[in-house]
């Protein structure tokens, strides 16, 4: 299984990036879906995740700001990040853990917000 992200960038502060995050096979087989950020020097965090029955997890730092959602007809799972913050600053990299409990990930993608 491959993840393949994609949607990062350059941002000012205020601004809006949508990340993508499409599976090279069926998500369904994925009980739990979801998207990290590694900010330089700083461990791996969690930013959203999502399961098959649709129900969402927020980091603090992100809620009411982010939005996790799922495509399964497009094995996609999409994170909508408004009201950008430099703080926002770091690698993002889509997760995937099988119904086996096997983890997958994705090659990261940069988001760089300005102030």
């Known amino acids: 299984v491959q993840l393949q992200a994609s949607g990062g960038g350059l941002v000012q502060a205020g601004g809006s990036l949508r990340l993508s995050c499409v599976a090279s096979?069926?998500?369904?087989?994925?009980?739990?879906m979801g998207w990290y950020r590694q900010a330089p020097g700083i461990q791996r965090e969690l930013v959203a995740t999502?399961?098959?029955?649709?129900?969402?997890n927020y980091a603090d730092s992100v809620k009411g700001r982010f939005t996790i959602s799922r495509d399964n007809a497009e094995n996609t799972i999409l994170l909508q990040m408004n009201s950008l913050k430099p703080d926002d600053t770091a690698v993002y990299y889509c997760?995937?853990?099988?119904?086996?409990?096997?983890?997958?990930w994705g090659k990261g993608t940069q988001v760089t917000v300005s102030s």
């Open positions: 997760n995937a853990v099988s119904d086996f409990g096997v983890v997958y």
């Open positions: 999502i399961t098959t029955g649709g129900n969402r």
């Open positions: 096979g069926s998500i369904l087989t994925f009980r739990l």
